[in-house]
């Protein structure tokens, strides 16, 4: 029961709290990169790629981090291009976008975020469902006392209009909500870690003599 517990805490954090994270991803990577883009040409947008490339490596690296309590196992972080000695200031600055896991990197905080949003929906509305519901029966009588109240969801489906058919029905709604709550939340939370672990995490960005990992 303990690591039951242990586990829908870990699913849940994962999947609420990497909503702002996810939002912040989507937010810098497709900014810089249309503003990188449309003004290549120009010069000025190879640094606003490269300075995209730096901030969404240190995203990625939070959700790197996220990672083994979800999976259960370390995960591989990818390589990324040393500058090389000696190089020049403006190899220096562009170094960020010489890694593939750099693109990989911004392009997974567009294509993340619907994913990470449905991840986060379906969690909190299970909660709210299982919460909502087993304690039903502490509020439900109040709303029944109130004059423009229309029966609920019993009425609705035509089983009645009756106290203890709204309190009974909610409450059952509740159980499910409950009983299903552990699954629901660990295949969202799966679904959004097995994005993140093929795109931020990918074998063929690391290392082969020295793989470096996150525990």
């Not at 969404?56 to 500058?83: C, I, K, M």
């Not at 990989?104 to 905080?109: K, Q, S």
């Given at each position: 029961?303990t690591?039951?517990r242990r586990?829908?805490?870990?699913?849940?954090?994962?999947?609420?709290?990497?909503l702002?994270?996810?939002i912040?991803?989507?937010s810098?990577s497709?900014?810089?990169?249309?503003a990188?883009?449309?003004?290549a040409v120009?010069?000025?947008?190879?640094?606003?790629?490269?300075?995209?490339?730096?901030?969404?490596?240190n995203?990625?690296?939070?959700?790197?981090v996220?990672?083994p309590?979800v999976?259960g196992?370390?995960?591989?972080?990818?390589?990324?291009?040393?500058?090389?000695?000696?190089?020049?200031?403006?190899r220096?600055?562009?170094n960020?976008?010489?890694?593939?896991?750099?693109?990989?990197?911004?392009l997974?905080?567009i294509?993340?975020?619907?994913?990470?949003?449905?991840a986060?929906?379906?969690?909190a509305v299970?909660?709210?469902g299982?919460?909502?519901g087993?304690?039903?029966?502490?509020?439900?009588?109040?709303?029944?006392?109130?004059?423009e109240?229309?029966?609920?969801?019993p009425?609705?489906l035509?089983?009645?209009?009756?106290d203890?058919?709204?309190?009974g029905?909610?409450?059952a709604?509740?159980?499910?909500?409950?009983?299903?709550?552990v699954?629901?939340v660990?295949?969202?939370?799966?679904?959004?870690?097995s994005?993140a672990?093929a795109?931020l995490t990918?074998?063929?960005?690391?290392?082969?003599?020295?793989?470096?990992?996150?525990?």
């Amino acid at each position: 029961m303990t690591n039951l517990r242990r586990r829908l805490a870990t699913d849940t954090r994962y999947t609420l709290l990497g909503l702002p994270n996810a939002i912040a991803h989507l937010s810098v990577s497709a900014a810089g990169i249309s503003a990188g883009l449309g003004s290549a040409v120009a010069f000025v947008g190879l640094p606003i790629l490269s300075g995209t490339a730096t901030v969404t490596r240190n995203l990625s690296d939070f959700e790197r981090v996220a990672l083994p309590g979800v999976l259960g196992r370390s995960v591989a972080r990818p390589h990324y291009t040393p500058v090389p000695a000696g190089a020049s200031w403006f190899r220096r600055m562009m170094n960020p976008l010489a890694s593939g896991q750099a693109w990989l990197d911004m392009l997974y905080g567009i294509v993340a975020f619907p994913i990470s949003l449905a991840a986060a929906t379906v969690a909190a509305v299970w909660w709210v469902g299982t919460i909502a519901g087993l304690t039903f029966p502490l509020y439900g009588w109040i709303l029944t006392r109130i004059p423009e109240f229309y029966g609920g969801l019993p009425a609705l489906l035509g089983l009645g209009d009756g106290d203890l058919m709204l309190v009974g029905l909610n409450t059952a709604i509740g159980v499910l909500f409950a009983l299903t709550l552990v699954p629901v939340v660990r295949g969202a939370a799966l679904v959004k870690a097995s994005l993140a672990q093929a795109m931020l995490t990918r074998a063929s960005f690391a290392p082969a003599e020295v793989p470096a990992t996150i525990m």
